[in-house]
Structures are given as C-alpha cells and as structure tokens.
C-alpha cells in the first residue's frame, strides 16, 4: 500500500512561482513511475508531467519549458516546480505512483490569480 500527499500549493500572481511536494510513504524505489495530473474547474483531469524509474520525463506541452518535476528518494519525495505561472495553470495538482496500480494523493490547488 502506497499513500501521496501532496503540499505546497496556494494562491500565487501571474509570473510566479511554486513548488509542489508529493511525499510517498514506503520507498519510492518500489514505484515505476510518478507524476502529476491537473484539474482545472470544469475541465477534464490531465497530464502534467510524468517521471519513469528509469529516469525518463515527459510534460504536457502546455507546460514544457515551464515546469520541472524531480524526486529525491532520500526523502521519499518528488517535486513539481511550477515557473512563469498563467491563470491557464490554475488547477487542483495530484500526484500519482504506479506499482501495479496506480495510487493518488488527495490533491492540492494551486490559484494563479492577481
């Protein structure tokens, strides 16, 4: 049994910055891939950005060159580093982890208004 939690989101102004935290607990090492799915109101869940054991990294187009997902395994944590950020981002964040099936966090909202 895995468990996410995510932290780190709030209310930010247009160009800037958070960072989102997705702690697992048990080892991460034991998940074969991770990442990050959004929710904006009214629209369907999406993709974010995705981070394979192997190392491997995908991102939705919207937000590449943008945001930056990374994990320390250390801390059993991954991260999503959000820049330039949009009213277009505001969204409901999860994280996720598959290990045969997938788990989710219970989300966290980012609001990215002036």
């Known amino acids: 049994q895995v468990q996410l939690v995510e932290s780190g989101g709030g209310l930010v102004q247009p160009g800037g910055s958070l960072r989102l935290s997705c702690a697992a607990s048990?080892?991460?090492?034991?998940?074969?891939?991770m990442g990050w799915y959004r929710q904006a109101p009214g629209k369907e869940r999406e993709s974010v950005a995705t981070?394979?054991?192997?190392?491997?990294?995908n991102y939705a187009g919207s937000v590449k060159g943008r945001f930056t997902i990374s994990r320390d395994n250390a801390k059993n944590t991954v991260y999503l580093q959000m820049n330039s950020l949009s009213p277009e981002d505001t969204a409901v964040y999860y994280c996720?982890?598959?290990?045969?099936?997938?788990?989710w966090g219970k989300g966290t909202l980012v609001t990215v208004s002036s």
């Open positions: 996720w982890g598959r290990y045969g099936i997938v788990y």
């Open positions: 048990g080892s991460m090492s034991s998940l074969n891939a």
């Open positions: 981070l394979t054991a192997a190392g491997s990294i």
